[in-house]
């Protein structure tokens, strides 16, 4: 098992609600990157952060944006939820560039 | 952005059998090329990875080989186990990791 941790497991929301997700990286990595990996698909690249820094975004909307903190534990808030923001999200870490890492996902069901 | 193409969508084979899962892509400027293998319910774990300035990567019953040249790289599990039943997924690297949509591996006692 990997040192990345998300909180919480799994999570239910309505359409039009925020959500919160987080991620505590592994220790001595230094960047986080955020997916969304859709029932029967591959995780898709929504945002990566490097030192505090947003380091590279995916094709997602600006109601999806992200925070990391000092200590490279990172957030991920999406706004207005959608139907189809259902999804596992996935965080991993990484010492920027190399390999990443992934945590166990934030199940979001969006009703 | 980087286009992963990955084959075959799902692959049957029988408990000592070799299995081979390609992917091609796009960018001739990526140069790392992990592969990800995925139990239901449970979070993608890294079980090789291969980067550009090598062709052939292996390790125990697992190797990966990459042709630049041709932009692909193949994953093949050789003397396969009922639990290496799972979802198995090809990435390649940017400045983030694009994945191709997955193979789910069966294999049958």
């Known amino acids: 098992e990997t040192g990345v941790t998300q909180s919480p497991t799994h999570l239910i929301k309505t359409r039009g609600q925020q959500v919160t997700l987080r991620c505590s990286s592994q220790?001595?990595?230094?960047?986080v990157s955020w997916y969304q990996q859709a029932l029967g698909q591959g995780p898709q690249f929504i945002f990566q952060y490097y030192r505090e820094e947003e380091n590279g975004r995916g094709n997602f909307p600006p109601r999806f944006s992200g925070l990391q903190f000092p200590n490279y534990s990172s957030e991920l808030n999406v706004n207005a939820l959608e139907l189809d923001d259902s999804a596992l999200y996935l965080c991993a870490s990484s010492m920027y560039p190399d390999t990443q890492y992934f945590g166990p996902g934030t199940r979001l069901t969006v009703l | 952005g980087e286009n992963v193409e990955q084959h075959p969508s799902t692959l049957s084979v029988q408990e000592g059998d070799s299995a081979v899962i390609k992917c091609t892509y796009s960018d001739s400027a990526s140069n790392y090329f992990p592969w990800y293998k995925q139990e239901l319910g449970k979070r993608p774990q890294l079980i090789i990875d291969i980067r550009s300035n090598v062709g052939e990567k292996k390790d125990q019953r697992i190797a990966v080989t990459l042709n630049k040249t041709a932009k692909h790289f193949s994953l093949h599990i050789t003397e396969t186990q009922p639990e290496d039943s799972a979802v198995y997924f090809c990435a390649v690297e940017g400045y983030a990791l694009n994945f191709g949509k997955g193979t789910s591996l069966l294999v049958t006692p």
């Open positions: 220790s001595g990595h230094n960047t």
